[in-house]
């Protein structure tokens, strides 16, 4: 149950050492009353009725979240959310706007039949929230990642597609659940991002989930910032 709630609140085992940090991780403080932290470390790391309480509570403002492969059905939808502001700023940097054929062109099951890259569409609930993608880092061309060696690294990239819901924990949540599934694969060995030295709001969500920054680099997008998140000691050990 409490690592249950650690996944639904955007954070990872890794970062849960000690009953100090799974307080933090759980967000739990707005519904303590007193007495309760001291309670919560008698029991640590038992199945605690707090985080009970917590997940019912959370779960019900929050319905988890899952991903669905994308599908050229849903490149129509897609297309739509790469024209919203928040989106474009980030995504499409300087490149124009893309017309449908584009979208069709770059995310179609058919240009990415011969791509380590998987796409998916993230739900809460029935709705879709959001676009997520990862890809194997050594040899994704087109002068990507030209030192990676190690074909654990996966990359991933991501977007909320309602400007509405930003800053509401929801990207957090989505990315956190999303690294999850990619370390239940035990060929992976770690996960990198790259947002832009100026987008602070995905370097904010990134970092939540366990991210840390290594350096700038120079991409060819652009400038970006590397981080990196290393496989975590209690991850699953199974294929997704």
């Known amino acids: 149950m409490l690592q249950e709630a650690l996944q639904l609140a955007g954070s990872t085992l890794a970062q849960v050492t000690d009953e100090s940090s ?11 009353v007193p007495g309760e932290i001291e309670n919560l470390k008698l029991t640590w790391p038992g199945d605690l009725p707090l985080a009970e309480r917590w997940l019912a509570a959370r779960a019900a403002a929050h319905p988890a979240i899952t991903f669905r492969r994308l599908t050229d ?14 989106v474009a700023r980030w995504w499409l940097g300087e490149d124009d706007p893309p017309t449908l054929q584009d979208t069709v062109s770059d995310y179609g099951a058919a240009a990415l039949a011969q791509s380590s890259d998987e796409l998916f569409i993230a739900h809460a609930a029935a709705e879709p929230i959001g676009f997520i993608q990862s890809y194997v880092a050594k040899g ?14 996966r990359g991933v990239d991501q977007f909320l597609s309602d400007g509405d819901r930003l800053n509401q ?29 100026a987008n602070t709001r995905a370097i904010r969500c990134y970092s939540k989930v366990g991210f840390k920054p290594v350096r ?25």
């Open 140 to 153: 994704s061309g087109d002068g990507w990642w030209e030192d990676e060696v190690d074909p654990g690294v």
């Open 22 to 32: 799974a307080i933090e991780a759980l967000g739990h403080a707005p519904l303590l």
């Open 216 to 240: 700038e680099i120079t991409t060819p997008d652009g400038p970006a910032l590397l981080m990196v998140m290393e496989r975590p000691a209690a991850a699953g050990a199974t294929n997704p």
């Open 73 to 86: 059905a849903d490149l129509p939808m897609l297309h739509g959310w790469l024209h919203r502001p928040h």
């Open 169 to 197: 924990g929801l990207g957090t949540r989505m990315l956190g659940a999303f690294v999850a599934r990619l370390f239940q694969d035990t060929a992976v060995t770690r996960v990198q991002a790259d947002p832009h030295p």
